[in-house]
Structures are given as structure tokens and as C-alpha cells.
């Protein structure tokens, strides 16, 4: 007694589906939720069918696969959902098996057995060979994204390193011996063996106050001490005792400095860079890192990267 009025609600669902899945204009975001509720409730209606079916010997030819064929038909639905929400937006032919597929389940319903049976297997033979397209439609859309985003990513880093060499360039061409050392902070790297962060060092290293600069960098605030040990971490600048005091005072206020957890990584990493820069000085260095290991906690493991603490606990070995 089920199958009639199931059979009738399912076609009555999967022709409502067909309606709002074919039209040009099924990518207007104000049909997304209603084209949803058909998907997913066309989908369990036709669920309800298969097992109807299967119950009616439908999937008698499947043999002892008879699970396997419902829970493929059930598979096909969930793709279907995935499609519905514009995974595939564009596949016309795919949106159509959509609602054609269920149609097709739910009107066996109301055929007699033989019929009923050769059109279930038309249904899967529609759903095997449309789950494989869409698969394939989702990888190619997929590259053919990846491709476009690596490109963009591509111009996007050329323009940046344009906009930068061209910054740089104006920055030497009119530097003097009275051009703030401040001025340079951004054109640091965090890695001072960047070609850039050679030039930019080399330049600085001319200036007759350097010293001096550098020493009321590393005493000034975060930006400026960040930008300082950068320099300070080339060999390009001469290390003096007075510069070294400097940095291990720069490590001390950074540590003072840490209000937050996200802090904590990022101001042992920036005391271990500059810290491994002056392997002779490190023993000068110690108090001041085993202070920031105090005010930083234990390291917090992260399971894609080496931590700043963890870091910090390895240079105090």
C-alpha cells in the first residue's frame, strides 16, 4: 500500500527538482535554499523507493549485491546534493540526472515487475555513469581553479616584488649619511640571507653612526627592535660588545612586551634568529633567552610546524 502514494510524491518532488534544476537561471542565489530542500527531500523520498524495490525483488539480478546496489543509488543522491550546491554549477546534464534519476526510481513504483526491473537497472546504469562524470567534472574544475589561483598568486607576488625593488631602489638612490635608520625597517626580511636583506644591510653598514642607531633601535619599540635585529643577524654589521648588550636587551623587552599566547611563538622565534646569528655571544645571550623561556611557558606542539618555543627550548640545550 506504500508504493502508490510514495510513488506519486516522488515523481510530484522529482519534477519539482527538474524545474528548478534545468533553468538558465538556477545559479540566481536567491533559488540555493529551495533548490536544496528539493534535492534533499527528493532524495530521501527516493531512497524510500529503492527499498520498496529491493523489498519487491527489484535487484533480484544484483544477486547477494543487493546492499551494495541500494547504498550505490544512495551514494548517487548524496553526489546530487554535492552538485546542488554548485559544485558543479555549470553541468547541465548532470543537473538534470538530479531529478531524472529519482524520476525514473519512483515511477518504477507504479510499473509492473518485469518493466519495474528493466527500468531500475536503466536508473543505475544513469547513476554509475553519472557519478563517474561528475567526479570527473569536479577534479577538472578543481585543476582548472587551482591553475587560475596559482596564476593570480604568481602576478600577485611579481607585482609585490616590483612595487619593493622599486621602493628600495628610491630608498638608496637618495639615501645619506642623515637618512633615519628607521627608514629601512621596511625593507627587511625575516630571513637575513635574502638577497634584498643583503643590499639593504650593505647599505647601512656605510652609515658613520650605525652603531649607535642600531643600539637606540634595539631599546625603541617592537617594530623597532624587530627591524634592528634584522640587521643586527647580517655579518655585514660589526658585532661589539656594546651591540650584543643591545640585543639582549632588545630579548628582555620583547619578553615584557608578550601579552598574548600568539605572542609568545613569534617573540621566541625572533630572539632565536638573531640569537643564532651571534654563536659567539652565546653565552652573553643566555640570561636574557632563559627569561623569555620563563615569561614564554612550555612549548605548545603544533602538528605542521616547528613552534618558536620549541625553538627557544632547543637553542637553551
Known sequence: MLAYPLSILGLLLSGGLLVQLVPAMTNNMNMWGLRL????????VTLMSVLVLADRGAFAFAGESKLGVVALHSFWGAAC??????VAPSALLLRMAI????????????LPSAPAHALVIAALGCQCLGTGGFF????????????????????????????????????LDGMNAETPLEEFFQHTRRSSDSSRDQVVAAAIAKKPNLEAELIAALHGDDRARW???????SPLVPRTAALVAAVSDSILLEAGDISSEDQKDS???GAVTVAESLPEHKAALRPAMLRLREVTGPPVRKPDRVTGREELVRWLR
Not at 546534493?81 to 554548485?86: G, H, S
Not at 577534479?139 to 607585482?159: F, G, I, L, S
Not at 627591524?227 to 643577524?233: D, H, L
Open 99 to 110: 531529478g531524472l534519476v529519482p524520476l525514473l526510481i519512483n515511477l518504477a513504483l507504479l
Open 81 to 86: 546534493l554535492l552538485i546542488a550546491l554548485e
Open 267 to 269: 617573540a621566541a622565534m
Open 37 to 44: 530542500a528539493f534535492t534533499a527531500v527528493t532524495w530521501i
Open 136 to 171: 570527473l567534472y569536479a577534479t577538472a574544475v578543481e585543476t582548472k581553479t587551482e591553475m587560475a589561483e596559482d596564476a593570480a598568486r604568481a602576478e600577485r607576488q611579481a607585482a609585490e616584488a616590483k612595487a619593493y625593488d622599486e621602493a628600495l631602489a628610491k630608498l
Open 227 to 233: 627591524g634592528a635585529r634584522t640587521f643586527v643577524a
